[in-house]
């Protein structure tokens, strides 16, 4: 390869974007060019190049493998990221900063005009945003595990609540800074912050967070945590693909996320957008994994078998996969054979749910084909929340029938696995049995269930006369109350195993959840604080999954107030957002009678 490093390439306000270019030896003529915008380090190997035999790719053997099959690549440090000039304000230049970039890859010499992109997280949320420029020469795109449809949904905030991996990203990014990377003293006292220790003080408060040596870092995480409403700020670009998808243009673009991973909804939200009313063929998959770990076979504490990695099941490797999808809709203009689309979708479920050799569960797991999500031989069901703790198909026929609890915000529920990223030191993802294990932060660690705690209500089928596989949306219908201005209610779909030789009290392994933050119940952008004792309806939607429920287990619904720190905890106080001083326990009610049912309704596959 020739290698071209750190090339000034030059933004429309004049900052230089530190590039790297790799082009093939022998090339005679211009070429297609693949390109990776990251925050992470251009000269680092990525996260996302583990394969599945332990080795992981260089950006070298990346370049390489790319330009034997006729590409050039190019990867790119962010604006205010390691080589790169300017100030890092995250998300929100990447737009501009990628229609420029590519602006300046067309007019090179050896470039064909035509070029790809791909990236994981991050490097994926650059991608989509300057998608929504419509930038000259884009002609496919690889969003893995990234790409924000709405960050307000999915990302940065989620049914009104602030996700705090944005918090734990910030202060682990923060000390790869050019301030902290020029000034020893300034990665010495970050480095001497305990973010752990921090979390248990929230809310924190700009220039009293472990973050106020590193003012940039603050300054966009206390804009993303106080901003609550959906106004203007969350209509940015970088932030709101939604806003823009008709000026995306119509080109093929693989979609590839995971069940455990933080930006399910907004994977899925885009590759509906991007199949519907466009020609080009646009390929889904989802995986069982954690964000970006499409090799590695579990998830937390499930183990989904052998056939859950990405290579030798969904394609020989990632990476072939990748060169495979570039030259078909890359190297080749206009000789694209009419497709259908591509969805690959990992159905977790119906192992033997014996404990194995590392200590895990044996969730298993099989791979589903399909040319449509949700899934085309699926309906919706409904379960009824009922009195007595059960989830029924019947509808409630009894009035006055509620169950309420005490929502303590200096108490909050922790969080136990889920879908997200990030949260390193924290909190991690994946799948998890439902205790107050000493593992979590904020739990209680007597090994408890969660459903056991005063603050958490359970609903519970019977024992599953049948496997019930739920394949789509998920989505939660609760009458509530609150004798406070402003509370949160969550929604968590688990599924439940009956006793055990290995677990004699059963075991609940989490498959999704959701918040929401009543202040919203009427509408996201304005805001109205509750009126004590006045029931309303909301909606919670966790995000959609694909496991099957075997027979003789129960599926269940727990019901609370809080999931921390997975999201901010709500003070109940209706105070600003991020801001608040006061904190008051909140007395919470959910209707279960006639005419306020609350209900869970499940997308089901049909036998």
């Known amino acids: 390869m020739q290698i071209l490093h750190n090339l000034k390439v030059p933004m429309r306000d004049g900052i230089c974007l530190a590039t790297d270019v790799y082009l093939p030896d022998d090339m005679t003529n211009p070429l297609a060019v693949v390109i990776e915008r990251t925050p992470y380090d251009k000269s680092k190997p990525s996260r996302s190049e583990k394969q599945l035999d332990g080795r992981h790719l260089s950006r070298e053997e990346m370049a390489a493998a790319f330009t034997q099959r006729g590409f050039i690549a190019v990867f790119q440090d962010c604006r205010g990221r390691y080589a790169s000039e300017g100030v890092f304000v995250k998300y929100t230049h990447e737009a501009e900063d990628g229609f420029d970039t590519l602006s300046w890859l067309v007019k090179q010499p050896w470039c064909n005009g035509r070029v790809g992109s791909m990236g994981l997280s991050y490097a994926a949320h650059t991608q989509l945003a300057m998608a929504c420029l419509n930038p000259p020469g884009l002609t496919t795109m690889v969003l893995d595990s990234g790409g924000f449809a709405n960050a307000y949904q999915c990302g940065i905030r989620q049914g009104g609540a602030f996700e705090l991996k944005q918090a734990t990203w910030a202060y682990k990014q923060a000390k790869e800074s050019p301030a902290a990377k020029a000034d020893p003293l300034v990665f010495e006292a970050l480095q001497q912050e305990d973010i752990r220790a921090w979390f248990a003080r929230m809310p924190w408060r700009p220039g009293n967070s472990p973050l106020r040596h590193s003012p940039e870092y603050e300054d966009y995480l206390f804009s993303q945590w106080s901003h609550g409403a959906f106004d203007d700020y969350w209509q940015q670009l970088g932030l709101y693909a939604e806003g823009y998808y008709d000026v995306i243009p119509d080109i093929p673009v693989m979609f590839m996320s995971s069940w455990y991973d933080a930006y399910v909804s907004s994977t899925l939200a885009n590759y509906g957008a991007f199949t519907k009313g466009r020609k080009a063929p646009q390929r889904l998959i989802m995986g069982p994994w954690l964000h970006g770990d499409r090799n590695i076979t579990f998830s937390g504490n499930a183990e989904f078998g052998p056939l859950a990695a990405f290579d030798e099941q969904v394609e020989k490797t ?19 054979p009419h497709e259908t689309h591509q969805v690959q979708v990992f159905m977790m479920g119906g192992g033997s749910g014996a404990r194995n050799a590392e200590g895990r569960i044996e969730h298993g797991g099989s791979w589903i084909s399909a040319n449509a999500w949700p899934l085309p031989d699926t309906v919706d069901q409904s379960l009824f929340l009922t009195h007595s703790a059960g989830l029924s198909p019947s509808r409630p026929t009894q009035d006055s ?76 219908e609760l009458w509530v109350e609150s004798d406070c201005p402003d509370t949160d209610f ?73 999931n921390f720190p997975r999201f901010d905890v709500n003070p109940n106080s209706g105070e600003p957002e991020g801001s608040a001083a006061l904190k008051r326990v909140a007395c919470n009610t959910l209707h279960l009678s006639a005419k306020m049912p609350s209900r869970l309704i499940l997308r089901i596959r049909k036998a």
């Open 318 to 336: 990632w990476l072939e996969c990748r060169l495979n999808w570039f030259e078909r809709h890359l190297s080749q203009p206009g000789t694209e």
């Open 401 to 476: 029938q509620y169950l309420s609890y005490y929502a303590d915000p200096a108490k909050p529920v922790p969080t136990v696995g889920g879908s997200l990223t990030s949260g390193a030191p924290v909190f991690v993802g994946g799948a998890f049995n439902q205790i107050e294990c000493s593992d979590f932060f904020g739990s209680q660690g007597n090994d408890m269930p969660l459903k056991q705690r005063a603050d958490v209500l359970s609903f519970e089928t019977e024992p599953l006369s049948e496997d019930v596989v739920v394949a789509g949306p998920v989505c939660i």
């Open 490 to 562: 969550t929604a968590k779909l688990v599924d439940v195993y009956p006793a055990s030789t290995d677990y004699p009290e059963g075991y609940a392994m989490n498959i999704t959840d959701g918040i929401f933050r009543c202040r919203y119940r009427d509408s996201w952008s304005e805001p109205e604080l509750l009126i004590p004792g006045k029931p309303f309806k909301i909606t919670i939607e966790p995000f959609a999954t694909c496991n099957v429920f075997k027979a003789g287990h129960c599926i269940r619904l727990d019901i609370a107030s809080s």
